[in-house]
């Protein structure tokens, strides 16, 4: 199968975010890593399932890393890779407008 070429910048950035989760997911991750239980907990409404999928895809785009540590119980952490890291720099843009838009359109608490 041929690699996907892109004709700009657009389509890269749009298909590693894409779908309900992927960016909210990163942009909890900000913070610092996270174990799967507490992210599913900030990530409102995302079943199980559902966290896991756009977690694997995340990791396989290189964005998110995985570490387990070899405890009991187990434990694995997530965390923004580089790529994530920057990634979220140009989100934090996205994430201003998308605030001042849903507070003008009265979606927004606060």
Known sequence: MAKKTYA????????VVGGKW????LWELNAGP???GEL???VIGVTEKMLIQQLRELERDELVTRTSFNQVPPR???ALSDWG?????????VADWG????????????
């Open 76 to 78: 694995v952490d997530y």
């Open 8 to 15: 700009c910048g657009i389509g890269p950035a749009f298909d």
């Open 99 to 110: 605030e001042h838009y849903a507070k003008a359109m009265g979606r927004y608490p606060g």
């Open 40 to 42: 599913r907990r900030r």
């Open 85 to 93: 890291v920057t990634l979220n720099t140009a989100l934090s843009n």
């Open 34 to 36: 996270l174990r799967f």
């Open 22 to 25: 992927k960016a909210v997911i």
